[in-house]
């Protein structure tokens, strides 16, 4: 009888972790659609500044990060750079080759995004909580001079199937909260304004 309720003791962990909620991760060759809500929060103002818009997220590709409040405004991040229009006319066009760390920003948003955090292990220490329903991992960059990095204090992604919220806190107190809204998992297929989009900043 002590054998068997020893047994079931050294049992209960691994039931435990087989419980715990996990991410769906997007893998090359998917699209993660949706809608997003973000608030700025900045020293020194009473109110967060908040945008609403919607986005495409194609794995491997990039993001299209579309906002329609408070105006519009376009942000087009790729492993090559990013580019981004106001009204509809390009405001800002940075290629990765000019600024270093945009590759691993961009693996960085990416990756969190998708669920899937094995790709940020080496340049975060990681913290992950759990229970059969929800899931939180947090991001501490490894690296204070890290130059892509160099602003974040922490980075905290939560969800349940899916991301549902990404918070990045900065060093010098300010946070910009993302939540995501009307989430869709599909076969990647970007339609003929996005691949536009994507197809600029191609290498």
């Known amino acids: 009888m002590r054998r068997r309720a020893l047994l079931l003791a050294l049992a209960l962990p691994a039931r435990a972790m087989a419980q715990e909620a996990r991410?769906?991760?997007?893998?090359?060759?998917?699209?993660?659609?949706?809608?997003?809500?973000?608030?700025?929060?900045?020293?020194?103002?009473?109110?967060?500044?908040?945008s609403e818009g919607d986005f495409l997220l194609l794995p491997g590709r990039?993001?299209?990060?579309?906002?329609?409040?408070?105006?519009?405004s376009t942000m087009v991040i790729t492993p090559a750079g990013i580019l981004q229009l106001l009204e509809g006319r390009e405001a800002m066009r940075l290629p990765a080759s000019r600024m270093p760390g945009l590759g691993q920003f961009y693996?960085?948003?990416?990756?969190?995004?998708?669920?899937?955090p094995s790709s940020?292990?080496?340049?975060?220490?990681?913290?992950?909580?759990?229970?059969?329903t929800r899931w939180q991992l947090t991001l501490t960059p490894r690296r204070a001079d890290d130059p892509a990095l160099a602003s974040i204090a922490s980075i905290v992604v939560s969800g349940a199937r899916l991301v549902e919220a990404v918070e990045v806190r900065k060093a010098n107190g300010d946070?910009?909260?993302?939540?995501?809204?009307?989430?869709?998992?599909?076969?990647?297929?970007?339609?003929?304004?996005?691949?536009?989009?994507?197809?600029?900043?191609?290498?």
Do not use: C, I, N, Y
């Open 23 to 50: 991410p769906e991760v997007l893998r090359e060759g998917q699209q993660l659609r949706g809608r997003f809500t973000q608030e700025r929060r900045l020293q020194g103002f009473a109110r967060p500044l908040r």
């Open 62 to 72: 990039g993001l299209v990060w579309r906002a329609t409040v408070p105006f519009a």
């Open 107 to 116: 693996q960085v948003l990416a990756g969190a995004m998708s669920g899937d």
């Open 120 to 132: 940020l292990g080496q340049v975060f220490a990681t913290g992950w909580q759990a229970d059969a």
């Open 175 to 203: 946070a910009d909260l993302m939540t995501f809204h009307d989430q869709r998992v599909g076969p990647a297929a970007p339609d003929a304004a996005e691949q536009a989009l994507l197809t600029q900043l191609s290498p």
